[in-house]
């Protein structure tokens, strides 16, 4: 029986003319949906990244799990073999990249605080990386289990997230193997947290111990850009050759922003440039998830064509309340900029339902460069196998770079059936670009325990 509606509408902007287009039930599909990490107790906050050797140039999709054990998956062969590791630390908000210009060493983000990693305020970074993450191959899992090190960042290192910090990202810069995080940071009054930026330089296993650095100190939003008394939120970014393409939320002015960062020279651009309004709404998906964290919160996701063109196209996606008779639901806007963000496109809207957690990738190896870009949302839908309402995963997808787009199902409509609390559900959903295939992978709720799912979903 298939859970998901016969259909899905959505309300496409483009050049000032609105149109009506309805997907098709289901997506071309690369594999079955996969469990990646089953039995997990307490959170389901996935992050992923593409990884490979120079001696084993087979692709690997790694999916890092953040729970108590630390555990990830690697798949090889089209996801047609995979096995599970264990890394060495655990941490909150897991974010993951690569270093492709250093030691190839896959590094994974997370934070906690300075007495214990379970706890708020957080105000410690745990950077771990490994060498050899994923010694699968077609036929074995390995004889020799990844070894992992880790760089412990705290208040007392020059970090300097004081009294805390949230919503941390690693971000690999192009043609360096420096490694950059942008985060929220915590202010004692919700009206000045500060969107902050730091360069964590190439952190490098030895035999002795990890070899850690710290190149330059937390670098603030100025308040030439934006005043102390507004309250900035949720950043997000993408390395573009030399600069940091960040977009947040403006919560006081009740905005969607875009800047840039130069991260040789260290300075911000002058000006934030508005990409939307938005309205936020203190919305709980109607008896789907009370807790999900992620229902009321204007969260931003950004992605380029390319890395290294110094003017690619830019999407940025969001989810914000309706307006109107629609104000009861979530819905996902796309917004797209050729001119280096100072103007965005207002590109589409999932109008009157509910797309939450909205996740974007362009289709690009690492280092080229691609017009297919992806965005996985969460459609609100009837499942069959959790007691009615639930939600659905959904692959929107563009072949012009963000200016068209249709919407299909993947996935399995289960996802999860509230209430959650005090789980954050749904902050790292995410997509990777792997090859010739796109993986998502999201949190699920299979009672009373919660998991990751994945597909590979053809481009």
């Known amino acids: 029986m298939n859970p998901h509606p016969k259909s899905l509408v959505i309300l496409v902007c483009l050049a000032a003319v609105a149109l009506v287009a309805t997907a098709a039930t289901t997506a071309a599909l690369s594999t079955p949906v996969l469990d990646v990490l089953s039995g997990q107790q307490n959170f389901a906050e996935p992050a992923g990244a593409r990884w490979a050797t120079e001696s084993n140039p087979q692709v690997f999709q790694t999916v890092v799990h953040a729970n108590t054990n630390s555990t990830y998956r690697c798949f090889v062969d089209r996801y047609n073999r995979s096995c599970t590791y264990s890394s060495s630390t655990f941490g909150l908000d897991p974010t993951a990249a690569?270093?492709?210009?250093?030691?190839?060493?896959?590094?994974?983000?997370?934070?906690?605080?300075?007495?214990?990693?379970?706890?708020?305020?957080?105000?410690?970074?745990?950077?771990?990386?490994?060498?050899?993450?994923?010694?699968?191959?077609?036929?074995?899992?390995g004889s020799t289990p990844p070894t992992w090190q880790t760089c412990t960042y705290s208040p007392t290192s020059g970090l300097g997230f004081i009294p805390g910090i949230d919503y941390p990202q690693l971000v690999d810069r192009p043609n360096s193997s420096h490694m950059w995080v942008v985060a929220w940071r915590l202010s004692p009054t919700i009206d000045s947290n500060r969107v902050v930026v730091a360069n964590l330089g190439n952190p490098t296993t030895t035999p002795g111990g990890p070899i850690c650095s710290l190149i330059s100190n937390v670098s603030e939003l100025p308040t030439t850009v934006e005043p102390t008394s507004v309250h900035l939120a949720y950043p997000r970014a993408v390395a573009v050759g030399n600069e940091l393409w960040i977009t947040y939320a403006n919560v006081t002015d009740r905005k969607m922003k875009f800047v840039r960062f130069n991260m040789v020279t260290q300075i911000w651009g002058g000006s934030a440039f508005e990409v939307d309004d938005y309205l936020p709404y203190p919305l709980t998906l109607a008896g789907i998830a009370d807790g999900n964290r992620r229902s009321s919160m204007p969260v931003s996701r950004i992605d380029v064509s390319d890395r290294n063109d110094s003017s690619p196209t830019a999407v940025i996606t969001f989810q914000s309340a309706g307006s109107g008779s629609c104000s009861s639901k979530q819905e996902t806007r796309i917004y797209r900029s050729t001119d280096l963000g100072v103007t965005w496109s207002y590109e589409l809207v999932t109008g009157c339902q509910t797309n939450a957690h909205p996740e974007v990738a362009f289709a690009r190896s690492e280092g080229g460069s691609s017009s297919t870009v992806h965005v996985m949302t969460q459609h609100e839908c009837l499942t069959s196998n959790k007691g009615g309402k639930g939600l659905c995963p959904v692959s929107w997808r563009s072949t012009d770079a963000g200016a068209n787009w249709s919407g299909v199902f993947v996935g399995e409509g289960n996802t999860f059936n509230g209430p959650l609390i005090p789980v954050y559900w749904g902050d790292y959903d995410g997509i990777v670009a792997d090859g010739d295939t796109m993986f998502y992978f999201w949190g699920d709720m299979d009672a009373p325990l919660y998991r990751v799912r994945g597909q590979g979903i053809e481009p």
């Open 98 to 141: 690569v270093d492709w210009n250093g030691t190839n060493e896959f590094i994974r983000l997370t934070m906690g605080d300075s007495g214990s990693p379970t706890i708020r305020p957080n105000d410690t970074l745990f950077l771990e990386f490994s060498e050899n993450p994923c010694p699968v191959t077609p036929t074995d899992c």
